[in-house]
């Protein structure tokens, strides 16, 4: 029987010779980031999956997470660390839906949230990710955005561009609208000299409130570069943890007790290990024309998010 730091030692140990990379999202558990090759926000996961040299990719976080490693490394095998972990938002549009929508804005560019599937990625014109979304929505040619899947993030580019006509759709991540305005109200009551950093997920009367607002990586930089002593963090509450970790002079709390994704959650250490036995996790597939068409609107976001 291992210890946590014995089985850590081990999955390093055999990645190397299995010639495997670990990528995790930021929401993953700090055991978890321990053997990681790269931890990062959705962004910056994307740009790592392109880059990785190893012949195998593993994803600890969420299966749209997987998908772009495959879409954009399609010699590698991609492996998904728990068969289980989906997003529930980027199941809450498909194709059909969106053509139909497309049809009534013939003259919009779609822009897509990286946490959609792949099937529907086909069908929009560009991705973006919390962090890049404004950027890449301001360099967009057309004055006319539909922007999916979520309403929240896209209301609060909207705000940034008054220049341009952003549609928007009702679709959200049911973890982030979970932390209300009472939420805001009480964690400033007990905790007065904490700035809010929240995520822009959130709903629009949350972040009106915030100090600042950015992606995961967005919030951890900030804070950590911050002059400040206490936060209160609205996205999910990995975050307080980590920043707990790396910044132990200063203090951090949720700012709702009830901002976890589950699905995020569901990877252990004892997937991972599994993983890079090559005994675990589920190989990433993707039918080539699904792949070609969601490679075009990963692309594009790429080649936008370098644009100035
Ligand atoms: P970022 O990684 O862009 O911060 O998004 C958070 C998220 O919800 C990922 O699913
Ligand atoms: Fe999806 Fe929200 Fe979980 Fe991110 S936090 S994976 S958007 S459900």
Redesign the pocket.
């Given at each position: 029987m291992y210890t946590t730091r014995e089985l850590q030692d081990e999955i390093i140990r055999l990645k190397k010779e299995n010639d495997v990379c670990i990528l995790a999202?930021?929401?993953q558990s700090h055991d978890i980031w321990e053997v990681a090759d790269y931890v990062g926000?959705?962004?910056g996961l994307s740009v790592q999956a392109a880059k990785a040299e190893q012949k195998t990719v593993l994803m600890c976080g969420?299966r749209f997470m997987a998908e772009t490693v495959k879409i954009l490394s399609p010699e590698k095998k991609v492996l998904l660390s728990s068969a289980n972990a989906g997003?529930p938002m980027a199941e809450q549009m498909d194709v059909e839906m969106i053509s139909r929508v497309k049809q009534m804005y013939p003259d919009y560019t779609v822009v897509a949230y990286i946490?959609t599937t792949s099937e529907l990625k086909t069908i929009c014109d560009v991705c973006v990710?919390?962090?890049s979304a404004v950027q890449i929505v301001k360099n967009i040619d057309n004055k006319n955005i539909l922007f999916i899947p979520d309403c929240n993030l896209g209301r609060w580019v909207a705000n940034q561009i008054p220049e341009k006509n952003i549609k928007l759709l009702q679709g959200g991540?049911p973890t982030h609208v979970r932390m209300s305005v009472q939420d805001v109200e009480a964690a400033r009551a007990a905790h007065p000299n904490a700035l809010l950093l929240v995520?822009p997920?959130c709903l629009p009367h949350v972040s009106a409130q915030a100090d600042y607002i950015g992606?995961?990586?967005g919030i951890m930089d900030y804070a950590k570069k911050s002059d400040a002593d206490e936060f209160i963090i609205g996205t999910?509450n990995s975050i307080v943890q980590h920043l707990q970790f790396e910044c132990p002079d200063k203090r951090f709390y949720p700012l709702s007790k009830d901002c976890v994704?589950h699905n995020m959650k569901l990877t252990t250490l004892g997937d991972v290990y599994a993983c890079v036995r090559g005994v675990g996790g589920e190989e990433i597939t993707l039918e080539d024309e699904v792949r070609e068409g969601a490679k075009r609107c990963i692309d594009a976001m790429l080649a936008l998010s370098a644009a100035n």
């Open positions: 999202h930021a929401y926000d959705s962004y969420v997003c946490n990710t919390s962090s991540c995520h997920e992606s995961t990586t999910e994704c």
